[in-house]
């Protein structure tokens, strides 16, 4: 064999050996998931009934991702996610329509609607209306003046709220982050039904939270507090 032969069999063999190299390493270079838009879960959507208000949806499904400004009664939530292990992508959408009184007439897209969705809302909610008095009870003062009883250094948190269902808190918990907010849950491993407090940012005092509380106010659209944080 000449020389020549030789050497452009050797390069071949160096060109293919780099390629699988190159591929062999760039599987193991860790990539991560990419989750966009609005997560919803199934049991969220089945909910949904037919006549409730604007408030009452932002509570099951929260803050949808686009709002059309010209029709201010569509709602559209979009989910997308984006696999780092295999680039696979995840879309999902859901569509919810009001009428001109501001009350739930219609809800498409990728998602199952509850066999009873055409039941008024007035007629069947009872697990509904438990996460709202839920809710609703976790509404207090801007400012707590008097911290629970804790053991050790004072920790200050804000407080965004109580909350019954575990999709709720997930999402919650998804948005402080996806924003930069350190996130704690008190208690930190919830039993089913069992109700979980929401911290955002700690804080050795309270004035040191003060500048975050209406940032994170308007970002997850709750009344959130400024309070001691409770043991783990």
């Not at 009664?73 to 879309?91: E, Q």
């Not at 709202?132 to 707590?144: L, Q, R």
């Not at 808190?169 to 982050?177: C, G, H, N, S, T």
């Not at 924003?179 to 069992?194: D, Q, S």
């Amino acid at each position: 064999m000449s020389l020549l032969r030789m050497l452009k069999a050797a390069f071949i063999a160096l060109s293919l050996l780099t390629l699988s190299g190159c591929s062999y390493f760039s599987n193991l270079v860790y990539k991560i998931d990419i989750p966009q838009g609005n997560y919803i879960d199934e049991r969220q959507v089945e909910k949904l009934r037919v006549g409730m208000n604007k408030d009452q949806v932002l509570f099951v499904l929260g803050t949808p991702m686009a709002n059309n400004a010209f029709d201010p009664n569509t709602w559209s939530y979009v989910y997308r996610f984006k696999s780092g292990r295999d680039g696979s992508v995840i879309a999902k959408h859901l569509v919810a329509k009001f009428d001109e009184t501001e009350h739930l007439i219609e809800v498409t897209g990728d998602y199952q609607l509850h066999e009873n969705f055409h039941i008024p809302v007035e007629e069947d909610i009872p697990d509904f209306q438990q996460d709202a008095e839920v809710a609703a009870a976790a509404v207090t003062p801007e400012v707590s003046e008097q911290p629970v009883k804790h053991n050790g250094p004072e920790v200050w948190a804000i407080k965004v709220g109580e909350f019954g269902n575990p999709q709720n808190v997930k999402r919650l918990q998804f948005q402080l982050e996806q924003a930069g907010y350190e996130v704690n849950l008190r208690p930190l491993e919830a039993e089913p039904g069992e109700v979980v407090s929401v911290f955002a940012e700690v804080a050795h005092s309270k004035e040191a939270l003060e500048e975050k509380l209406e940032l994170i106010a308007e970002l997850t659209k709750t009344k959130p507090i400024i309070t001691k944080l409770p043991p783990a």
